[in-house]
């Protein structure tokens, strides 16, 4: 199906063994519709002058694209990080079924 509804897909990295906490507490809020955990990711990045490497989690997040603001705020305020990664990536095409779910269990886009 195509996206005309405005599905989608959002990465976040959460520190090794928060993943599951984090991912719960979205789908709880309605924010998202599913949160997959991925476990034993091995991240580089910089941060404060030299590069780091972690042990992480990566959720990969499916929800509305009117959602993404409330997501965002929201996962800053829950998320142990200074400055979480998160990245939304739109959803080409999505299956009917799976869209149609989606949208009834995330909340409602206003206006």
Known sequence: MSNDKGLVVVFATT???KGK???SKIVESKLAACVNVVSNI???YWW????VEDQEE???IKTKSCLVDQLKEYVKKIHPYTVPEIVVIGAI???R???EWAVQETLPCEG
């Open 93 to 95: 095409d999505v299956l």
């Open 58 to 60: 990566l959720l990969i």
């Open 15 to 17: 520190p090794k063994g």
């Open 97 to 99: 079924d799976y869209h």
């Open 42 to 44: 091995t991240s580089f």
């Open 21 to 23: 906490e984090i991912a």
């Open 48 to 51: 404060q002058g030299k590069v």
